[in-house]
């Protein structure tokens, strides 16, 4: 399984060439992947997606000028966090942006929004405007997902080996992280009396918060 090498390093992979780069080098690489085709007549519009409290994790994705605040609040559910179908909010209170609006008429770069899933067990995200890119998207989609971080690396508190499970009741606690060996170990047989609830870790910053789990394997991509 790939992860990031260091924990401030924050690499990640391009969807087109699948090389590896840093959140920095990115943005400047996806102008020019040699397996893109520019095409001047597009003009799409790129934006970062992060999570502010955790910098290893980072989205880079690409909106035709048809894509609607709803496919970009579909596609960050689908990536990173739906787990019960929370509310979700593009803006600030009292600055709401309406998931109707087109985001190429809404948001120019430069631009920035705050994004926030669930308002109990909340995961708060900054999206960024970039720049304009000129690029045809994938199968003639609306929103592409065009590059994203690897996993971040997180070890195992009982025996510091790259993590694989995150125990929810835990989370926050430096126990929180497990193995598989030692989360049945840990948090479950020896620790009976205690309330632990283990769930798959997962490459998003929603990971060990509610329910949430991936659907997909912990080192698919794209
Ligand atoms: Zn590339
Ligand atoms: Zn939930
Ligand atoms: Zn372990
Ligand atoms: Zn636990």
Redesign the pocket.
Known sequence: MRTQTESNKYEGQCKFCKKDFTKRQITGHLDNCPKREKDENIKNLRLRIISPYIKNFWLMVEVNNQAKVKDLDNLIRDVWVECCDHLSEFGDYGSEVGKGRIIMGTFTPGDSVNYIYDFGSSTELAIKALEYSNFQLSNNKRVELVARNYLPPSNCAMCGKQATQV?T??SGEE??FACDKCAEK??NEE?EK?E???LPLANSPRSGVCGYESVEPLDKLF
Do not use: G, K, Q
Request: charged share 10%; with cysteine.
């Open positions: 125990c009741a835990c126990m929180a840990y948090h620790n205690e632990h609830y283990i």
